[in-house]
């Protein structure tokens, strides 16, 4: 009895250990794609939340893609969070996928006056675009006689 419960035990180690080495992480390209929410979150008064969440929501591929920004982090299926370098005009931005904690893109802009927030909606668009593809061509031949 000792023998079969040992067998059983070690059989059953040894699967899951199977099951483990199969598992991945998703690629930056799959996290991208599945996502359609956003939450914005920001450590600077510099940059106020509201204003890169209308600058992201009037990129036309954010609109084309049928994508959302929400209030509730915790429905959100990615988090950009900008920081700002201390005594400089230096922002960083991250975008991560908040299940699984995997930062999918990065940059750092430079900005005076007021024009960062619409620099940084530009260059995640941009970053998405090159992940998921472009849908603007072809929603522009679809809308030709």
Not at 23 to 49: C, G, H, I, Q
Not at 53 to 58: A, C, F, P
Not at 98 to 107: C, K, L, N, Y
Request: proline content about 3%; aromatic content about 10%; hydrophobic content about 40%.
């Amino acid at each position: 009895m000792k023998r079969f419960f040992l067998l059983t035990l070690i059989s059953f180690v040894s699967s899951v250990g199977f099951a483990q080495q199969g598992s991945r992480l998703p690629d930056n390209k799959e996290l991208v794609t599945k996502a359609r929410s956003y939450y914005v979150e920001t450590d600077t008064f510099y940059m106020k939340r509201e204003a890169l969440e209308s600058s992201l929501l009037g990129q036309k591929e954010f609109k084309t893609w049928d994508l959302q920004v929400t209030e509730r982090k915790d429905l959100a299926d990615m988090v950009v969070r900008v920081k700002r370098i201390p005594f400089s005009n230096h922002f960083s931005y991250t975008v991560t996928d908040r299940e699984t904690d995997t930062i999918v893109m990065a940059g750092k802009v430079d900005s005076l006056a007021g024009t960062v927030y619409g620099r940084i909606a530009k260059e995640i668009v941009e970053k998405m675009v090159a992940l998921r593809g472009n849908p603007l061509p072809a929603q522009q031949e679809a809308q030709k006689p």
